[in-house]
């Protein structure tokens, strides 16, 4: 990621390639009304322009960006990101003036730079395209944020927990855009090992060990695939925490529906579908990186959804951790397979909280889009701590319920204690969340559903990047934060 650091140099006094200015009124606009109007740039919100600074600064060029009066941090994260991405070619240094009124402004103005300039180009190759013009592109490495409470300590530790968080975020993403190949299950758990902070500690069951503490669901998940599951357990703990909370996520490292294939194009993004884990792990990591004083454990649950000779067939019957077992009568619907097994270890880990993230069901995207998560859960204050969580973070979210028939749905098998899919097909993250319920006792538990969120396949959009998205990172962050501050 590129450098960030903090100035209270003036736009017109700082020193870079580019100044990406904010404006919010008339008199932003400063020395640089004239070529800006010129250029016919009003400051109407989100509009962009790009001039020559000439002799007006120390700077090659100005980039404005047009804000809201009083913008959010949501909207100094976008211009932030909207600004970067117009700075002119060969810009490596970005001076970036956008008034934030306070520490937090600050955070979201270096979210919005370190997550906009993120790009994934590990597998692009040096050289030029057809039309002549760079394969990978220059990156802006470093940038300047301006702001009169530079020299406070509260500014400099906001900007460096922005930088955590941030790079959390885009470590999340790099899993999810992996491709699957080169990330199953055995892969995946390598990196996470290797990309942990020391004040961690990370432990890795393979299949051997899996099939010892009786984790029927994962396995039954992972057993059409030649690459074995991972159950990957993270334990982060401060000397006087002040909770605990578990975290759990979904890592099928590719989705092929297993017996109950997909059709093909449904398959294209199923590299995707680990992004609950990429989330749960990274927000882990960066919790710890923080130093928050509260305890987490994480479980990723990590297998590859394959069929074969030896996959799991619709109408088998799985022990899971629990002891409970369930019907399964659709191998597509995996994710609550290896999620039951997880979200039982986080009961026996004493957690005070659980939250688990995972790109569950496709009804989710049908109710609410792709663009926002749905939250469920057992506990309406957990649900809700997590919901602001979000709603501070920038992450849209939004409530939906466990309803009072889906208990019946879930215990309604003739031969199991539990079927894994609904008998009827309406109601399917209700379903899915009630049967998630059965895994986790009386402790309090939020599930976030991010099958829409976690992976753009469209334009990038603000700072959000095409493809892995590192959705529910900044929330669980910051669920951590406020738990820890409560």
Known sequence: MASVSVSTSKPTTARADALLLGVRTDDDLGEFADALRAVGFTGEKDQVAVVPAGDLAKVKAVVAVGLAAEPTAEDLRRAAAAGLRAAPKGTTSLAVALHPAGVDEVTAVVEGLQLGSYRYDT?????????????????????????????????????????????????????????????????????????????????????KRLAKEKCGGILSVGQGSDAPPRIVRITYKPRKPVTHLALVGKGITFDSGGLSLKPPVSMQTMKCDMGGAAAVVAATFAIARLGLPIAVTAYACIAENLPSGSATRPGDVVTMRSG???????????????????????????????????????????????????VLGNDDDLRDLVLAAAQHAGEPTWALPITEEMKGFVTSSNIADLRQIGPKPYGGTLFAAAFLREFVAEVPWAHLDIAGPAFNDGGVRGYTPTGGTGAGVRTLVRLARDLAEA
Do not use: C, H
């Open 324 to 374: 409970k077992t369930v019907e399964v009568l659709n191998t597509d619907a995996e994710g609550r397979m290896v999620l039951g097994d997880g979200l039982t270890l986080a009961v026996e880990s004493g957690a005070d909280r659980i939250v688990d993230a995972a790109t569950l069901t496709g009804a989710a995207m049908v109710a609410l889009g792709d663009r926002t998560a749905a």
């Open 123 to 207: 597998y692009k190759t040096p050289g030029k395209d057809a039309d002549g013009k760079d394969k990978i592109k220059p990156r802006i490495d470093d940038f300047t944020v301006l702001t009169p409470f530079a020299r406070q300590t509260t500014t400099t530790t906001a900007a460096e927990q922005a930088d955590v968080v941030s790079g959390a975020v885009n470590l999340a993403r790099d899993w999810v855009n992996t491709p699957p190949r080169d990330l199953r299950p055995p892969a995946f758990a390598d990196s996470i090992v290797t990309e942990a902070p020391d004040n961690v500690s990370v432990s890795v069951w393979d299949e």
